[in-house]
């Protein structure tokens, strides 16, 4: 087995991150192979963000297409794609008319941008944010201010001022709130805390609550967005209209992109020189998006996203694993509730047998593959997974005494 690379990402690369777990080489639909020529199912999809698989021929084409004709020129210009794509964005979020979009690269870009819009809504008489315990907005300065893991920001405090933590029930969410809070930020469901839905109720519930106050509701769809959990955007199973949405990940399908979309007055809060970014919305990022949503669209992968989701809990709660507790989350963006701290352990026994999962945290393994999923590599799935949990179980005696008890 190949190891040198592992020694060049210990001397080149920033050790931001931990050890890499595989050196990939190519990939196509559901599958990547490493240096070895070895195959691996992915059901992460790089944490939702390959949402037609690896090489797909129409995410291909549209890359090539474009970078034969047009891929930057900054934004002092606009191009076809770029208005194309903001007004399908607009389309597909329920934005209307008189929605407005902003281009960045990434999630964390379209949260700095709705952080902004936060501020630019609240001036001085609103100096208050609000945010949800354990969410994830993102690691620059002001989306980690946003973040509430305080693990994460301890090393980098003083964090950018004004941001309070809520836990996620509509009883907290009433108590904070007053006049003087500019927005709050929520995520769905909330995906690096464990696949972790908000209760019943609480977007609607929110939404009610900072209308009457006259606060804005900013929605993180980055990771729950293009589709994963059956709708376009999650915000939508609630039948909610907030004021703003930030998304990113699947709706490139792999190419960097994120965007602010906002909806009715907060779309007039932003003029020019308040934000910007060199490469947002450029001609390849936004033409590649666009073909992403509309293969989506097509082959009817919202759908999917429902049926093989269900299929994979099914296929979970089929194996009657000691270790699993449960299946959490919506579509294809599923977490497995562990009974004990050993979602690392399980990550790695799968890798062994060649499937790409991830552990969200200790005690959870998240899944999000590609939308374009179908019975075999479900089924493939499901063999691979049953025996990764098998290993572990193996080696955590005390869970399955208890569970053949």
């Not at 190891?3 to 890499?20: E, F, K, M, P, S």
């Not at 963000?49 to 047009?70: D, I, K, M």
């Not at 929605?219 to 909610?240: K, L, M, N, S």
């Amino acid at each position: 087995m190949s190891t040198g690379w592992q020694d060049a990402v210990d001397q080149d690369l920033v050790r931001n991150a931990g050890a890499r777990l595989a050196l990939f080489t190519r990939g196509e639909g559901a599958y990547l192979w490493d240096v070895d020529g070895r195959r691996y199912l992915d059901f992460l999809g790089g944490i939702a963000v390959t949402s037609l698989g690896h090489a797909h021929p129409v995410f291909v084409e549209a890359v090539a297409r474009q970078a034969a004709t047009l891929t930057h020129v900054s934004n002092y210009f606009a191009t076809p794609p770029q208005l194309d794509l903001a007004a399908r964005l607009k389309t597909l979020a329920g934005a209307g008319p008189s929605g407005r979009v902003y281009f960045g690269n990434s999630g964390a870009e379209a949260n700095e941008a709705a952080f902004k819009l936060a501020r630019l809504h609240g001036g001085a008489a609103r100096p208050r944010i609000l945010a949800l315990r354990d969410a994830f907005h993102g690691r620059t300065m002001g989306t980690l201010a946003l973040t509430g893991k305080p693990a994460m920001q301890e090393p980098f405090g003083p964090m950018v001022p004004g941001v309070e933590f809520l836990d996620s029930t509509v009883a907290a969410l009433e108590e904070a709130m007053d006049d003087r809070v500019a927005a709050l930020f929520v995520e769905p469901i909330k995906g690096e805390a464990g696949v972790l839905e908000l209760p019943d109720g609480y977007l609607a519930a929110a939404r009610e609550i900072t209308a009457r106050h006259g606060a804005l509701l900013i929605v993180d769809e980055i990771q729950t967005g293009a589709g994963r959990t059956g709708a376009w955007f999650a915000f939508q199973h609630a039948g909610i209209r907030p004021d703003a949405i930030t998304v990113a990940k699947g709706i490139g399908g792999g190419f960097p992109i994120g965007a602010l979309i906002t909806f009715d007055g907060a779309s007039d809060l932003f003029y020019p020189g308040t934000h910007g970014s060199t490469f947002g919305g450029n001609a390849l990022a936004t033409a590649t998006a666009l073909a992403v949503l509309a293969e989506i669209e097509r082959a009817g992968l919202l759908e999917n996203a429902v049926v093989r989701g269900d299929q994979v809990r099914d296929a979970i709660d089929a194996m009657a694993s000691p270790l699993v507790a449960a299946t959490r989350g919506r579509g294809l963006l599923i977490g497995v509730a562990l009974r004990a701290p050993v979602a690392a352990e399980i990550v790695t026994a799968a890798q062994r047998h060649g499937l790409v999962v991830n552990a969200a945290n200790a005690e959870t393994v998240r899944l999000a593959p590609a939308l374009t999923i179908g019975d075999v590599e479900v089924d493939e799935f499901a063999e691979l997974f049953s025996r990764a949990l098998a290993d572990v179980a193996v080696h955590t005696p005390t869970l399955t005494t208890e569970a053949s008890a």
